[in-house]
């Protein structure tokens, strides 16, 4: 029995040596997990970084591209009407008159007579191929400066020379708005449907809706103002020309 005793002493002891051993290996075991999660933490922190500084460098470079696009439109256009000028400089060559000669022999002129007239001055081709910008930056100083006629005649000339300009449609609504604050309401709704059908998706054709609806209301017609309206928004119900519309209905239909 003592021996059996002895014996069952010292396998404890190895058991316990045994779980020491088997405890101090867990130890490094997590003490490695820990290691390697916070070498992975690191690693997807450096990763989202990179990550975030990717897309901070993609939105500069697409910044830039669509500044760069602006300036290639500006230049486009420049070029435009550059080639236009040397168009119509070749078409209209300056015509200078020479003064006609002095005869010797010829008498003079009597008391009383008429001088012969003098010569017609060279005539001398308009200045063409304006910048566009400028064209377009004087036609909105004489609206903003209440020249509507002007105006008219500017943004006219503006949509002639560069129909293709991202301005264009801009230049068509404040056309019909110069009308409308010039009290020309009929030519003011003609305007805005020529916008609309010209320019089905410029950034200004709400308002041309909503400025229709209202040179309508003027011109004594309050159905089909009220179908621009009500048009405008439905169709484009986040727009302001879409609140002033709903604004305008109600009214309208308020007895």
């Known amino acids: ?12 002891q190895q058991l316990q040596v045994l779980i020491g ?19 992975n933490r690191r690693a997807f922190a450096d990763q989202k970084l ?7 460098d993609l939105r500069v470079v697409r910044e830039k591209m669509d500044d760069n696009n602006v300036r290639i439109g500006s230049l486009t256009q420049e070029v435009d009407a550059l080639r236009q000028s040397v ?23 009597a008391d009383g007579a008429t001088a012969p ?9 308009v200045a063409a191929g304006a910048s566009p910008q400028r064209l377009y930056d004087s036609a909105w100083a004489d609206y903003t400066a209440g020249q509507f006629d002007l105006a008219v005649q500017g943004f006219e000339s503006f949509i002639k020379s560069f129909p293709r300009s991202e301005q264009a449609d801009d230049a068509q609504v404040y056309i019909g708005n110069s009308f409308l604050q010039a009290g020309d309401y009929n030519k003011a709704v003609e305007a805005y449907d020529l916008a609309i059908r010209t320019y ?8 041309a809706w909503y400025k229709k609806g209202t040179a309508l209301l003027d011109l004594k017609e309050p159905a089909r103002a009220m179908e621009a309206f009500e048009f405008v928004a439905k169709t484009y119900p986040e727009s302001s020309a879409a609140l002033l519309a709903r604004q305008q209905i109600a009214q309208t239909r308020k007895p």
Request: glycine content about 4%; aromatic content about 0%; hydrophobic content about 40%.
């Open 200 to 207: 089905p998706s410029g950034n200004l054709i709400p308002d």
């Open 21 to 39: 051993s088997l405890s101090e290996a867990l130890k490094a075991v997590n003490g490695r997990l820990d290691q390697q999660s916070d070498t």
């Open 1 to 12: 029995m003592m021996a059996d005793i002895r014996m069952l002493q010292e396998q404890a």
């Open 87 to 109: 168009q119509q400089l070749s078409v209209l060559p300056v015509a200078a008159v020479a003064p006609a000669p002095i005869d010797p022999d010829a008498p003079p002129p």
């Open 117 to 125: 007239p003098p010569p017609p001055a060279p005539v001398v081709p």
């Open 50 to 56: 990179g990550a975030d500084n990717l897309t901070n």
